[in-house]
């Protein structure tokens, strides 16, 4: 493990700044911040603002799903208008709850079918055209 020895250096005259004064030590980092490491300005205030309205400067999580909720919710619309009508395409089904006031995507549509294990094939599997093996 590589120990920085600026960050050991601007973090003991911090610690030995905040007990002296008792300003806060985030004051402190900032410009150390800014000038001896080269982070940018915007994001040194953008962890500052995060640190006091959630009391740490860690990012909130990344990626996955937070709208699924939305077309879930109608599932049973849904799953009543595929038995209505097995064969409909997606863009059909779309316009069918766009009708109902319910938008939603393509995709979110075929996210929504592969979640629930809904396929739209319309026709059985095909036999392999070899049944013996050959020569």
């Given amino acids: 493990?590589?120990?920085d020895p600026y960050i050991v250096l601007g973090?003991?005259?911090?610690?030995?700044?905040?007990g002296m004064t008792g300003a806060?030590?985030?004051?402190?980092m900032t410009p150390m911040l800014i000038l001896l490491f080269g982070v940018?300005?915007?994001?040194?205030?953008?962890?500052r603002?995060?640190?006091r309205v959630q009391g740490d400067a860690?990012?909130?999580a990344l990626g996955g799903d937070r709208k699924s909720h939305r077309i879930d919710a109608h599932k049973a619309t849904i799953l009543s208008r595929l038995d209505e009508t097995p064969d409909i395409a997606i863009e059909e089904l779309r316009c069918s709850l766009s009708e109902k006031g319910?938008?939603?995507?393509?995709?979110t549509i075929r996210r929504f079918f592969a979640r629930h294990?809904?396929?739209?094939?319309?026709?059985?599997?095909?036999?392999?055209n070899r049944i013996v093996p050959t020569s």
């Fill in 24 to 28: 806060g030590g985030g004051a402190l």
């Fill in 11 to 18: 973090s003991a005259i911090v610690g030995l700044l905040v």
């Fill in 40 to 47: 940018s300005p915007s994001s040194v205030s953008r962890w």
């Fill in 58 to 60: 860690r990012p909130k």
């Fill in 117 to 128: 294990k809904i396929t739209r094939k319309k026709r059985p599997p095909m036999l392999q």
């Fill in 102 to 107: 319910l938008i939603f995507g393509f995709g």
């Fill in 1 to 3: 493990m590589h120990i």
């Fill in 49 to 51: 603002t995060r640190e």
